[in-house]
C-alpha cells in the first residue's frame, strides 16, 4: 500500500497567515491522481483539490495545490477563522486508495 | 448536484452484521463509482471498496475480505454496505462518497467528489 505521510501534524497561525501543509508519499504517484479534503468538525470530508492542483467547485482560491510525485503541498494563502479544520491528501491512482494521516489547522 | 444521504446509526453486538445504505439523489448518478470510507472515533480516514456504476464490479481493501459486500439498487440509485463479523474495532463512522467517471482522473480513479453525512456504527456487547 501507499503510505502518505502529512507534516506538521498540527499548525497553530494567526488569522491572514499563510499556511503551507506537506505530504510525502512512500512511492510514485502521479500528480493526476492526488487530492486533498477539508474535515470540519462534525462534518464529511469536503474536495478541495483534485490532480494535484486543480481546486473544486466552489472552493475560494486562498486555498492552492502543488507539487509533483512523491511531495505535494496545499497552501492556504490568508488563513481564515472558517479554515479551521483537518486536511487530508489522498492518492486514488493505485487500489486501495490511501489518506494521509492528517494535518489540524488551528487559529492562534 | 448529486447529493447522498446516508442511512442512521447503528449499534451492534459483538459477530452481528450491519447494513448502511447510501441513497442518491439526481440522475447524473449513473456515471458514479461509490466507495465507503470509515473514520474510527478521532483517527484518521480509511478506505475500504469500491462499486462501479452498473453494480457488477467491486474491489475492497484486502484486510475487509469476505467480511465486507457492496451492493448498488440503479433502480433506487441506492448502494448498500454490509460489514459481517462485526468487532468493537470496527466501532467507526461510516461514509459513502462519490466520483464521476472520468472527472477527475481517469476511469474509476476520481477523486470523492461528494460524500454522504455519515452513519455512525457502534459495536459493543
Known amino acids: 500500500d501507499i503510505v502518505l505521510t502529512q507534516s506538521p501534524g498540527t499548525l497553530s497561525l494567526s488569522p491572514g497567515e499563510r499556511a503551507t501543509l506537506s505530504c510525502r508519499a512512500s512511492q510514485s504517484v502521479s500528480s493526476t491522481f492526488l487530492a486533498w479534503y477539508q474535515q470540519k468538525p462534525g462534518q464529511a470530508p469536503r474536495l478541495l483539490i483534485y490532480g494535484a492542483s486543480s481546486r473544486a467547485t466552489g472552493v475560494p482560491d486562498r486555498f492552492s495545490g502543488g507539487g509533483s510525485g512523491p511531495d505535494f503541498t496545499l497552501t492556504i494563502s490568508r488563513l481564515e477563522p472558517e479554515d479551521v479544520a483537518v486536511y487530508y491528501c489522498?492518492?486514488?491512482?493505485?487500489?486501495?486508495?490511501?489518506f494521509g494521516q492528517g494535518t489540524k489547522v488551528e487559529i492562534k | 448536484q448529486v447529493q447522498l444521504v446516508q442511512s442512521g446509526a447503528e449499534v451492534k453486538k459483538p459477530g452481528a452484521s450491519v447494513k448502511v445504505s447510501c441513497k442518491a439523489s439526481?440522475?447524473?448518478?449513473?456515471?458514479?463509482?461509490v466507495h465507503w470510507v470509515r473514520q474510527a472515533p478521532g483517527q484518521g480516514l480509511e478506505w475500504m471498496g469500491i462499486i462501479n456504476p452498473s453494480g457488477d464490479s467491486t474491489s475492497y481493501r484486502h484486510t475487509f475480505q469476505g467480511r465486507l459486500t457492496l451492493t448498488r439498487d440503479t433502480s433506487t440509485s441506492t448502494v448498500y454496505m454490509d460489514l459481517s463479523s462485526l468487532k468493537s474495532e470496527d466501532t467507526a463512522v461510516y461514509y459513502c462518497?462519490?466520483?464521476?467517471?472520468?472527472?477527475?482522473?481517469?476511469?474509476?480513479?476520481?477523486?470523492?467528489?461528494?460524500w454522504g453525512q455519515g452513519t455512525m456504527v457502534t459495536v459493543s456487547s
Open positions: 439526481g440522475n447524473t448518478f449513473t456515471n458514479y463509482y
Open positions: 489522498q492518492q486514488y491512482g493505485y487500489s486501495p486508495r490511501t
Open positions: 462518497a462519490g466520483g464521476a467517471a472520468g472527472s477527475t482522473g481517469s476511469g474509476s480513479y476520481t477523486a470523492f467528489d461528494i
